[in-house]
């Protein structure tokens, strides 16, 4: 399986501005996620970083607020931009390999917005 | 409808007891269905992977899907108190690679 690590692992940021989330994967993989899990929640979806192209954003999530980028096939990172209070969630990476349905996570970034 | 429904407990139990953790689902397309197991500030770690209908074992854990009835199990024998964590359902579509998520069951195993 991989194994995926995250930067950073917490933050606390003020409103209106933004921070950058990175994802190292150890192996090369075909797919790669970006989620979030708030306090209560199921884990959602954000989007599917698409490597050398732009990532594919679920109902709810755009591209101005979520930037990512995947320049290659084990590196990541999900941008959130202008925070507010509502942002505050922890965010996790994940990764598929191969034809494998299974996706292996990253220990998370837990964020905080004041 | 939530696609997928899971008692959120919290479920406390003495160490030893077995272990019933379960999730229903409306959708009859889901195909693959997923355990995972998250520790308190950790990222969902996957614990047990099923396709289709039956059972499998690992272990201490067995994983049950009835297609049938949409309802998916994990059980736990001999429960210990590391196996303390948040269990979280998953399940995805044939040809899909969004996993649709339950809102995660939080054990306790009492020593």
């Known amino acids: 399986s991989a194994v995926i690590s995250q930067k950073p692992s917490r933050d606390i940021c003020q409103r209106g501005t933004s921070l950058t989330i990175q994802c190292q994967v150890d192996?090369?993989?075909?797919?790669m996620f970006w989620y979030r899990q708030q306090p209560g929640q199921s884990l959602t979806l954000i989007a599917t970083a698409n490597q050398g192209s732009e990532a594919t954003y679920e109902s709810g999530f755009v591209i101005d607020k979520f930037p990512i980028s995947r320049p290659n096939l084990t590196f990541s990172t999900l941008t959130v931009s202008n925070m507010s209070p509502e942002d505050s969630s922890i965010y996790l990476c994940?990764?598929?390999?191969?034809?494998?349905?299974?996706?292996?996570f990253g220990p998370g970034t837990r964020l905080l917005v004041l | 409808q939530k696609e997928v429904e899971q008692d959120p407990g919290p479920l406390s139990v003495p160490e030893g007891a077995i272990v019933s953790l379960n999730c229903t689902y409306s959708?009859?397309?889901?195909?693959?269905f997923m355990w995972y197991r998250q520790y308190s500030r950790k990222g969902p770690e996957l614990l047990m992977y099923?396709?289709?209908?039956g059972n499998k074992e690992d272990g201490r854990f067995t994983a049950q899907v009835d297609k049938s009835s949409k309802y998916i199990s994990l059980f736990i024998r001999d429960s210990q108190p590391s196996d303390s964590a948040t269990y979280l359902c998953?399940?995805?579509?044939?040809?899909?690679?969004?996993?649709?998520f339950g809102k995660g069951t939080k054990l306790s195993v009492i020593p």
């Open positions: 994940s990764a598929r390999q191969g034809s494998q349905e299974t996706q292996y």
């Open positions: 099923t396709y289709s209908s």
């Open positions: 959708n009859s397309a889901f195909q693959y």
């Open positions: 192996s090369q993989v075909t797919m």
């Open positions: 998953a399940m995805i579509r044939a040809g899909s690679y969004q996993l649709t």
